[in-house]
């Protein structure tokens, strides 16, 4: 299968901070337009689209949260220079140098600074980066900054996708990598006209990045019988990692969730993915995740009863930074593993 980059780099450039999906959720209902039945905007801003299974019995509900890490400007000094606090969680370290978007009135490229370290104490030099010790330059003078820019605008990080051997490189793979996996996998439905086993939600979830917020608010309205996750996990396969540390690797396939910290899958619903992505001869990998949790865990408890729930996960190396990469064939790998999942539902037995 073949990745639609032209595609992917419109989803992971456009801007989403936590609270602010305005752009990618336009975005998202350009591209389902004609793959669901029916499709609607819930009140926080969550995007839901209903493709009609052979039963309506049960209901099959998959998350992938549109919002991106970014920060929300708090304060613009007597110089022009902008403050901000974090929107989602950040390694201080990564900010360095940064390119971002202010999204004001107009969009204000700026860059992120911080004390030279020519300057800094020799004791000071080895210290761990705070959020604290940043603020954006855009270069403009204050008088032109405040006609821009207020206390409140959001701010995302620049970077353009680039094509890295057989990996893409981007900000927001985590998670725009898995809006483009539910949105093709709408397309590959409709393409080979097989109707998911149940009642099929397609969920563009907000502000998961803070809090799983969007997806506790669509697992309580939906109240799937079956959840699926979808996000990035850690691809820890580089230089320095031994292979207890690894969760996944690049070019290994779909990450199948078995943990993280928000969620134990159920095992039944574990088996079954194995057992699809065998019987469909998709490779896959299995993932636990010891720190971080994923819109799983609202699939699985905000539900009375609970559902049966699982996660695809696509191995992400650099997760968190501007330089996030993904295997081109892991991405194909779950596209081809959620759609035949929602397909199969009915051929298992989920009894305990």
Known sequence: MAIDIPLLSRICEA?????FEKRIRELVLKEIAGLADEVRIDNMGNVIALKKGKSSKKRTMAAAHMDEIGFIVTHVDDKGFVRFN???????????SQRVFIHGRQDVLGVMGSKPTHIKQPEDRNKPAKITDYFIDTGLSKKDVDKLVTVGDSVTRWSPLLELGECVNVKSLDNRVCVYLLIEALKAL???????????????????EVGLRGANVSALDIKPDFGFGLDTTIAYDVPGSTPHERCTSLGEGAGIKIMDSSVICDYRMVAFMKAVAERNKIKWQPEILAAGGTDTGSLQRMVGGGSIAGAVSIPTRHIHQTIESCHKEDIAACIQLLAACVCELDQHDWKF
């Open 15 to 19: 801007p989403g901070a936590p609270g």
């Open 86 to 96: 974090p929107l989602g969680g950040f390694d201080a370290k990564s900010l360095t």
């Open 190 to 208: 409709k393409k080979s006209k097989k109707k998911p086993a149940y009642d099929f939600y397609a969920v563009f979830t907000v502000q998961e």
